[in-house]
């Protein structure tokens, strides 16, 4: 008896059907969306080897697509058993996120990518709650050097040209 009442008071939005859960809506749209640019870079043609500098260039948005779509999988099946938490009005940080990437275009534009990228990495882990400052340098220093170990190593990228790229580069 008591089974049948639990169920009747949790009838409502756990009654719905998944494929009208805000969830499986999101990453419905998500995943269609990495598919139809996924079939897209199946048209790039392939540059010839002497003049590839790392890998073909139709392979990293494939690769960045399928890790998209496995990601979203992931996510959805984490929150079929974990509800998302509604938000009436989206967190200050949201909003200084925002602004952090509009910073970091003006600062990749006038000064250098380089430095875009550990500003960024910075201010959005400071403002979202880190406030340990050996971790903040850490996050400000090493992933932008991973970022740019793997552009310039593995995918044999050249990052624009700035006040600490022209270091590099000369």
Same mark, same amino acid.
């Given at each position: ?24 809506? &999101? ?41 998209i ?7 959805? &099946? ?38 875009a ?14 406030k ?6 850490? &996050?400000?220093i ?29």
């Amino acid at each position: 008896m008591n089974n049948v009442l639990d169920k009747k008071k949790r009838a409502g939005k756990d009654s719905l059907p998944f494929f009208l859960k805000a969830s499986f809506i &999101v990453s419905l749209i998500i995943i269609t969306v990495s598919l139809f640019l996924l079939l897209a870079t199946l048209s790039f043609e392939t540059v010839p080897p002497i003049l590839n500098r790392g890998i073909q260039p139709a392979t990293f948005p494939k690769g960045l697509l399928i890790l998209i779509i496995f990601l979203t999988i992931i996510v959805y &099946v984490v929150s079929l058993k974990i509800e998302w938490k509604k938000e009436e009005k989206l967190p200050k940080a949201f909003y200084i996120t925002l602004l952090n990437f509009i910073l970091f275009i003006i600062v990749a534009k006038i000064l250098d990518f380089f430095l875009a990228i550990s500003i960024l990495s910075l201010s959005v882990s400071y403002f979202w709650g880190e406030k340990r400052i050996v971790y903040l340098l850490l &996050v400000s220093i090493v992933f932008p050097a991973i970022v740019f170990i793997f552009f310039e190593t593995i995918l044999g990228l050249r990052f624009p040209p700035g006040i600490i790229t022209n270091i590099y580069y000369n």
